[in-house]
């Protein structure tokens, strides 16, 4: 009799398939040295709000419209899961949470995933020489197997009195304001400084290089220059109805958590100033990408360089009265993702189809010429990259915890949780998914046609880590 595989079966087999074919006798020196290089480009926390996706008018990110401008924007990118370790440990590894059962960011995924040949290794195996700076996995789970080199993100300057040190309860972490200090001493300069020693280097190989800026993840800590963009009294707030949660199910209403962040916020009158800091937090990202970016264009990699950027997940600061990622509406799963790649895309590409970071991984392989990996739960972006108005048959799949799914179409944000409550929503005539449309008998066949891309399968948790332990 036939037995189901379990999930380290699995990925043992995909993986060992993987490198057996990466070290194939047809992958030559001639091969690699035609291959291109690759600069990945990872930004935490960072959600639409940046001048290419319209998501604030407020918003000042120069360097990254510029760059989306050169290739192919994503204007409905979601993430795999909206924390930054199911999110990134999916995009790098190329299987849902779902599959490995890495949910939650306090999650170890290697000891579930043994044999998972990540992104960087399938290049690492394919002759590249691939190395890494700043915030790439996440926090403890650097994966030192990943890279030939690695740089640890370096510490930032500290306000020299926490601002606001009182007003995320128990976590001063929820915190910002600025520093006095020169953009030189900034832990993610310091990242792009790394990375631009790098692309002025000889190499004999192509290069996968991946910089991750760790802004604007909180706190929201950047020069003064930064938070002087963004007077408070003139930021424009997040567009909020106050009965927001009242048609969404009781697990909804637990991952919002309307008495806790926003509840703080409002009531000590800081959404103004919280709304300016996230706005200087990705500016001063922006700014940190332009010179990464600035740099390989005036090198002589610059004609033969893919390049990728991508945000982990969104990040609400308001909207449906909740703040933070940690949940599965449109503000913390949609995130910026574009692609340059010489030879394929064209510039000013806009591609409106529904994509997950998922993708991210068959693409760069595909887009270089590498073996094809066995197991990857996305798919290759490449015919979008050629033309962004290419039909696309599947939307984005979000999931945050065992068990509970976000699918978004072109049109249609549906929602089902653990109990089997559910949310829907029409984006064509709702996009702040105000209204719950999931009890409409006239909307049975829409919810019917996006459940069939429900995983069908959901793995028990990983085991985690305690918050001592971790720290």
């Known amino acids: 009799m036939n037995r189901p595989i379990s999930r380290r079966q699995f990925v043992r087999a995909v993986g060992a398939a993987a490198v057996a074919h990466a070290l194939a006798p047809n992958a030559s020196a001639q091969a690699h040295a035609k291959r291109p290089n690759v600069l990945f480009i990872a930004i935490d926390d960072l959600n639409d709000w940046c001048g290419c996706l319209g998501g604030h008018p407020d918003a000042h990110t120069p360097n990254i419209d510029r760059l989306a401008a050169r290739g192919v924007l994503f204007t409905h990118a979601y993430c795999a899961a909206p924390a930054c370790n199911p999110s990134r440990t999916a995009l790098l590894t190329g299987l849902r949470p779902a599959t490995s059962g890495v949910y939650l960011n306090s999650q170890p995924w290697r000891p579930v995933l043994p044999d998972a040949v990540t992104l960087p290794q399938h290049f690492m195996a394919n002759g590249y020489r691939v190395i890494g700076g700043g915030k790439i996995f996440h926090g403890r789970y650097k994966d030192p197997a990943s890279w030939h080199e690695y740089l640890d993100r370096p510490l930032d300057p500290l306000p020299p009195n926490r601002p606001l040190s009182g007003i995320g309860g128990a976590s001063s972490h929820f915190d910002w304001g600025p520093v006095d200090v020169d953009d030189r001493d900034m832990a993610d300069w310091k990242v792009a400084d790394w990375a631009i020693e790098k692309l002025q280097q000889e190499s004999e190989q192509p290069f996968f290089l991946a910089a991750g800026f760790y802004r604007p993840h909180l706190p929201w800590y950047v020069p003064r220059k930064y938070f002087d963009r963004f007077p408070p009294d003139k930021i424009t707030l997040p567009n909020v109805k106050e009965d927001d949660l009242d048609d969404v199910p009781p697990i909804g209403r637990k991952m919002a958590k309307p008495d806790g962040d926003h509840k703080r916020v409002t009531d000590t009158d800081n959404w103004r100033k919280a709304v300016a800091a996230y706005l200087a937090s990705g500016t001063f990202a922006d700014a940190c990408v332009g010179r990464v970016v600035r740099a390989l264009e005036n090198s002589h990699h610059a004609d033969n360089t893919v390049i990728v950027l991508w945000a982990d997940h969104g990040w609400h600061l308001g909207e449906k009265l909740h703040w933070r990622k940690f949940a599965l509406w449109e503000e913390a799963t949609r995130n910026p993702l574009l692609f340059v790649v010489p030879g394929t895309t064209q510039p000013g590409g806009r591609c409106e189809r529904p994509v997950s970071l998922l993708d991210i991984y068959p693409t760069l392989v595909q887009a270089c010429g590498l073996p094809s990996k066995p197991g990857l739960e996305g798919h290759s972006l490449i015919p979008l990259l050629k033309d962004p108005a290419a039909p696309w048959d599947r939307p984005a799949l979000t999931t945050h915890g065992r068990n509970n799914h976000?699918?978004?179409?072109?049109?249609?944000?549906?929602?089902?949780?653990?109990?089997?409550?559910?949310?829907?929503?029409?984006?064509?005539?709702?996009?702040?998914?105000?209204?719950?449309?999931?009890?409409?008998?006239?909307?049975?066949?829409?919810?019917?046609?996006?459940?069939?891309?429900?995983?069908?399968?959901?793995?028990?948790?990983?085991?985690?880590?305690?918050?001592?332990k971790r720290r």
């Open 406 to 468: 976000a699918l978004r179409s072109e049109r249609w944000r549906y929602v089902r949780y653990e109990d089997a409550t559910e949310e829907l929503y029409d984006h064509t005539n709702d996009p702040m998914e105000w209204t719950n449309l999931a009890d409409r008998l006239d909307l049975q066949d829409v919810k019917a046609g996006l459940a069939k891309w429900l995983p069908k399968t959901n793995a028990e948790n990983a085991p985690g880590e305690s918050k001592r």
